[in-house]
Nanobody
Framework: QLQLVESGGGLVQPGGSLRLSCAVS????????IAWFRQAPGKEREGVSC????????YYVDSVKGRFAISRDNAENTVYLQMNSLKPEDTAVYYCAAGQIGLSYCSNYVPWSYDYWGQGTQVTVSS
């Protein structure tokens, strides 16, 4: 059974860092692109970053470029999202999602392109 489990969320002060983990089971990272989405209260879910199954290329939305870094460890079957210089507007529930989307198409962040989702982890940036 395919499963994704996020961890690493929490409360952090502005300017701080967190590393989110997405542990996957039931499939390998070579077969699925992985994206991180987030949803703030009262807002729509938005894509943040993804890593392509085709060649491991990484993509970021403008609001997190230079601050967030996505990576994967195939041996551990885990995808990470390192978040630095966090801002209050980064506060949201963060979800990882897996889809059989190749090339750069993961960066379209179309939710229904992703077949499997984790349960989410809360990130709160506040002083």
């Amino acid at each position: 059974q395919l499963q994704l489990v996020e961890s690493g969320g929490g409360l952090v002060q502005p300017g701080g860092s967190l590393r989110l983990s997405c542990a996957v089971s039931g499939f390998t990272l070579d077969d699925y692109s992985i994206a991180w989405f987030r949803q703030a209260p009262g807002k729509e879910r938005e894509g943040v970053s993804c890593i392509s199954k085709t060649d491991g290329s990484t993509y970021y939305v403008d609001s997190v470029k230079g601050r967030f870094a996505i990576s994967r460890d195939n041996a551990e079957n885990t995808v990470y999202l390192q978040m630095n210089s966090l801002k209050p507007e980064d506060t949201a529930v963060y979800y990882c999602a897996a889809g059989q989307i190749g090339l750069s198409y993961c960066s379209n962040y179309v939710p229904w392109s992703y077949d499997y989702w984790g349960q989410g982890t809360q990130v709160t940036v506040s002083s």
